[in-house]
């Protein structure tokens, strides 16, 4: 069956600093990867993706994340924080069939000046 | 000019009263969704829809029926509501059911059951 698990639902770093927002799959089939954004009382935007070929898929807003099939893994990076990336980040991957996305339980990034 | 748009965007009810939320998109695609998500921001498929057609029913209750009188609308009637029932309700769409198609999300409908 298909799984996210995103590490620590919340995650604090300065503005200018790394941002590591971390998440691991399980799937029976090859994965399709998502990370979503969700701002305060809003719905959730499409940072990135990856289907299939590179593994470093680059994002709106200066974000990217990297597939490592080795480590199941799908961590989503950004070099320096903006006080305006502070909102709830979402993991995903399609079910099997491939038709709808399963979601992690999120991720709340603050940045503080 | 909205993508997906849900009217309302708050719904506040009483116990067992019936109430739909309408789902609108304007970008042509043939597939939309609905995803619930509760008080602790955890979101799940409820269904999905190509083409007018079901093609996803999750272990709702019958409770919940959604339709789609066209392929830019997915409304979601909801009868009998509970107080379990009382989350945020988001609208989603995509060009096909492919494995590679983006899904678009409305901004949600905050719906509270007192």
């Known amino acids: 069956a298909q799984s996210v698990t995103q590490l620590g639902s919340h995650v604090s770093v300065s503005e200018g600093a790394l941002v590591l927002l971390r998440c691991n799959y399980s799937?029976?089939?090859?994965?399709?990867l998502f990370w979503y954004v969700q701002y305060p009382n809003q719905g959730l935007q499409l940072l990135l993706k990856?289907?299939?070929?590179?593994?470093l898929v680059k994002g709106i807003n200066g974000f990217e994340a990297e597939f490592k099939k080795s480590e199941t893994s799908f961590h989503l990076t950004k070099p320096s924080a903006h006080m305006s990336d502070a909102a709830e980040y979402f993991c995903?991957?399609?079910?099997?069939?491939?038709?709808?996305?399963?979601f992690g339980k999120g991720t709340t990034l603050s940045v503080s000046s | 000019d909205t993508a997906v748009s849900q009217t309302p965007k708050y719904l506040v009810t009483q116990m067992g009263n019936d109430k739909s939320i309408k789902c609108e998109q304007n970008?042509?695609?043939?597939?939309m969704y609905w995803y619930k998500q509760d008080s602790k921001k955890f979101l799940k498929i409820m269904f999905s829809?190509?083409?007018?057609?079901?093609?996803i029913n999750e272990t709702v209750p019958n409770r919940f029926s959604p339709k789609s009188p066209d392929k830019a609308h997915l409304n979601l009637h909801i009868n009998s509501l509970e107080l379990g029932d009382s989350a945020v309700y988001f609208c989603?769409?995509?060009?096909?059911?492919?494995?590679?198609?983006?899904?678009?999300f409305g901004p949600g409908t905050r719906l509270t059951v007192l």
């Open positions: 799937s029976s089939v090859p994965p399709y």
């Open positions: 995903a991957v399609f079910n099997q069939a491939g038709t709808a996305l399963i």
């Open positions: 829809y190509n083409n007018k057609e079901l093609i």
């Open positions: 970008l042509g695609h043939d597939t």
């Open positions: 990856y289907t299939t070929g590179a593994t």
């Open positions: 989603a769409s995509s060009p096909g059911t492919s494995r590679v198609d983006t899904q678009y």
